[in-house]
């Protein structure tokens, strides 16, 4: 069974600091994807990558993929409040139109 | 990008009613996808509605309690029948899009709660 882990499951830091928020995933996956989700709202793409290695940014977010070690990492650079959100990972499974999303990492930037 | 129109978008339910949310693409798609969002939870597929044939349920979900219907390429339909509280989540429906159907997009939530 696919299972995709995220950790933190909660992040309270700084404005101005630096943090990562990891993706774990249990089998091989051809693609990964970020998002971020704001309470009340639905969810807002940020990332697809799609090859190992790839790493992508915009803005104070950096996103890399380690198919190898089935990893993705969601680097924060120097946080603002308005990156307060659910940030989600997910992943597709492998010769299906499935996709399972990780257990989200709830993000509280304080001022 | 595909732009998605879900309604409701809230409702509150009475329990032991039936309601169905309704999903509108701006696109002909293939697959429609159907999740659920529990409260302070992720999302969890509950079928794959593709056009002219019977939707696919995940486990733990039964047509019975979830029927979908698909009648063209831009449009679907979930009903949640025979609502409890524990039914209170938020229905999502999801398209694949993108220059190489790369991207998942999602509507904009129906946001169920039952009484």
């Known amino acids: 069974e696919l299972k995709v882990e995220q950790n933190p499951l909660f992040l309270s830091m700084q404005e101005g600091k630096n943090y990562t928020i990891y993706c774990n995933y249990s089998?091989?996956?051809?693609?990964l994807y970020w998002y971020r989700q704001d309470p009340g709202k639905s969810l807002e793409s940020l990332f697809v990558?799609?090859?190992?290695?790839a790493v992508k940014q915009e803005g104070r977010l950096m996103a890399s993929l380690d198919t190898k070690a089935r990893l993705s990492t969601l680097h924060i650079t120097a946080a603002v409040h308005d990156l307060s959100a659910t940030y989600f990972c997910?992943?597709?499974?492998?010769?299906?139109?499935?996709?399972?999303f990780g257990t989200g990492t709830r993000l509280k930037v304080l001022a | 990008s595909a732009v998605i129109s879900q309604k409701p978008s809230r409702d509150i339910c009475q329990r032991g009613t039936s309601l169905t949310i309704q999903c509108q693409v701006d696109?002909?798609?293939?697959?429609m996808f159907w999740y659920r969002q529990q409260p302070g939870q992720s999302l969890t597929l509950i079928a794959t509605?593709?056009?002219?044939?019977?939707?696919?349920?995940e486990s733990g979900f039964v047509i019975d309690k979830f029927p979908i219907s698909r009648p063209n390429l831009t449009f679907s339909t979930l009903t949640v029948s025979n609502m409890s509280p524990e039914d209170s989540s938020i229905y999502l429906c999801?398209?694949?899009?993108?220059?190489?159907?790369?991207?998942?997009?999602f509507g904009e939530g129906s946001w169920l709660t039952v009484v």
């Open positions: 999801s398209v694949e899009g993108g220059r190489s159907g790369n991207t998942i997009y």
């Open positions: 089998t091989t996956s051809d693609r």
């Open positions: 990558l799609l090859s190992n290695g």
């Open positions: 997910a992943v597709d499974i492998p010769g299906t139109y499935k996709y399972i």
């Open positions: 696109s002909q798609v293939t697959m």
């Open positions: 509605a593709n056009q002219g044939s019977e939707a696919t349920y």
